[in-house]
């Protein structure tokens, strides 16, 4: 007798078991047990359990967050900062909401109060339907610089961080699947103290170009360039970046570089190069010289100032090996913004000039003016005459 004959027979004989008699119960379990060879009270069990329900019950405490009152302005403030993971989102939300209301009409405080205390984990579980992953990979346009190889020092932790003004800079080939041919950089430049980052575009990578956006950056940027770090590209290790540099009066800038073929010595651009650039623009060929003043006037009038001053990102705080594994720490996300704005060794005339341009931006109406350069970007490539 197989398996399921046995349990379709003692379902079959188990309501007429449990309304008999005293007698009538016994010759039905002896019964029951010369079929199915069961022991008694095995056979007892079986014909006394109670049928299981068929719907679980979810374990845990009754959830505080209810999708459908939440999601909506998690969705909308999970798109306007680009799919930014939930630990930043957090920091981000109290941020953003004054904006969110000022965009989409006003929350109720309890809905707000919800918003002000949602944990990284809840908002990964109620976004968790609408996530988007993103694909592609790109080019390495890095061709080595041999000409100020003894001149410039390989970088190894020689700089003070707990300043701003220590950048790692990089660049980004918008080639498409050929590095052939002329077509526009993107110029990576990150503060490792404060996560500080701007971006700008020049045509190819020669000295002269790079050397003009770079100091574009820098006339920027509300604190001074203290330390420079590269990779061993040629559009750094050129004597004309070399002298800008090294060749000032006061407070000559440290220019260093990275080991050869080590990515990770440059770990704060590299992931910039991503986050600021891929993300924005993917991996299309941008091979027309007119898109350079687009790419230029999104990135220093909407793109940096999103970046700098309404997204949070996390620094690592330390790294330690325990037996096989690596245990990381992280800060509490802030913005470059904050994190300048706390620092001591901000002017206070730089701080007030950061927070006359904070007072002046709207996190909305940035993302929709880098909507509208974005389109206009790329239709510029179709288009025959640019």
């Given amino acids: 007798m197989t398996i399921q004959s046995k349990q379709e027979y003692c379902q079959a004989i188990k309501t007429r078991y449990r309304n008999a008699g005293k007698q009538e119960k016994a010759s039905i379990l002896n019964e029951f047990c010369i079929i199915c060879s069961y022991n008694r009270k095995y056979a007892i069990r079986l014909l006394n359990r109670k049928k299981r329900s068929t719907k679980k019950s979810r374990p845990g405490p009754k959830p505080v967050y209810h999708q459908s009152t939440l999601l909506a302005v998690l969705k909308k ?27 989409y009409g006003s929350l109720d405080d309890q809905l707000k109060t919800k918003l002000a205390a949602i944990s990284p984990a809840t908002i990964d579980r109620l976004l968790k339907p609408v996530r988007v992953k993103y694909a592609g990979k790109g080019r390495c346009g890095t061709k080595p610089g041999t000409l100020l190889k003894n001149q410039i020092p390989i970088q190894n932790n020689i700089w003070d961080c707990s300043q701003p003004g220590f950048f790692e800079a990089d660049t980004v080939a918008h080639c498409g699947n050929s590095l052939a041919g002329d077509f526009a950089w993107s110029l990576t430049f990150t503060d490792i103290a404060t996560t500080w980052t701007e971006n700008r575009a020049v045509w190819n990578k020669g000295a002269h170009g790079v050397l003009e956006r770079i100091k574009d950056i820098e006339n920027s940027l509300v604190f001074p360039i203290r330390g420079f770090d590269c990779d061993n590209g040629s559009e750094f290790l050129n004597y004309h970046l070399f002298r800008y540099f090294t060749d000032r009066p006061v407070h000559a800038v440290q220019f260093t570089r990275s080991r050869p073929y080590k990515k990770n010595d440059n770990a704060h651009v590299e992931q910039k190069n991503w986050s600021h650039v ?40 330390s790294k330690v090996r325990v037996n096989s594994k690596y245990v990381k720490k992280y800060d509490s996300p802030k913005t470059p913004h904050q994190r300048l704005m706390d620092c001591e060794f901000v002017s206070d005339d730089a701080k007030k000039r950061l927070s006359d341009t904070y007072r002046s931006l709207n996190p909305f109406t940035l993302k929709k003016m880098i909507e509208a350069k974005l389109k206009i970007i790329f239709n510029a490539l179709k288009s025959p005459s640019l």
């Avoid at 798109?79 to 000022?102: G, V």
């Fill in 77 to 103: 403030l999970w798109f306007a900062t680009d799919q930014m993971c939930s630990k930043k989102l957090k920091a981000a939300i109290h941020l953003w909401l004054p904006f969110y209301e000022q965009e």
């Fill in 278 to 317: 891929r993300q924005l623009l993917g991996y299309e060929r941008f091979g027309k010289p007119g898109i350079v003043d687009l790419l230029n006037d999104l990135y220093t009038t909407a793109w940096n100032p999103y970046n700098n001053f309404f997204c949070p990102s996390m620094k690592l705080i």
